[in-house]
């Protein structure tokens, strides 16, 4: 079963239509996505670098990724909220774009390594701290996903440039 029917309706709403055809609207959520995601990568890139000991050395894991958390959820709505948005105007463009379905693979994939990682790394940080050395699993989950999300911004910045073969 094709979802080209689905994406083709959800473009064709009047809400995604106001949207695409805006002069103003587009650019603006367009803006704000993009400000999410630098907000809500910034915060992953210092958790991540932190968990490989490459940065803030001198705080404890707990401390950064406590601090963090507020301002990483923050850009994740902005994020989601904003791409929501954006894929809805152009629906059926995004259903033939091979890069938007490699983002929203890795974003699965994100997704999974949040739900592999979340008890033992990061709500685990207090036992991070004790820990005379950064576990393996720990600098194992930064590295994945520092992978995932650099593989995610490049194939969400490579939708701009596909364009459909007639």
């Known amino acids: 079963m094709s979802l080209l029917p689905f994406f083709q309706w959800l473009q064709n709403t009047e809400i995604a239509t106001a949207l695409r055809e805006s002069s ?56 989601a909220g904003c791409g929501i ?30 739900l592999v990682f979340r008890k033992s790394v990061y709500n685990n940080t207090t036992e991070l701290d004790r820990a005379p050395v950064m576990p393996t699993n720990a600098k194992v989950a930064a590295c994945v996903s520092l992978a995932l999300w650099v593989g995610l911004v490049s194939a969400g910045r490579l939708i701009g440039y596909y364009e459909v073969k007639p």
């Open 85 to 114: 948005l954006l894929a809805w105007a152009k629906a059926e463009f995004y259903y033939h774009n091979p890069f938007f379905w490699t983002k929203m693979t890795l974003l699965l994939l994100v997704g999974i390594h949040a």
């Open 24 to 79: 103003l609207a587009y650019p603006v959520i367009m803006a704000s996505h993009l400000t999410g995601m630098a907000l809500f990568g910034g915060m992953i890139l210092m958790t991540d670098l932190r968990l490989l000991g490459l940065v803030m050395r001198s705080y404890p894991v707990s401390d950064v990724v406590g601090q963090l958390r507020v301002w990483k959820r923050v850009g994740l709505v902005m994020v």
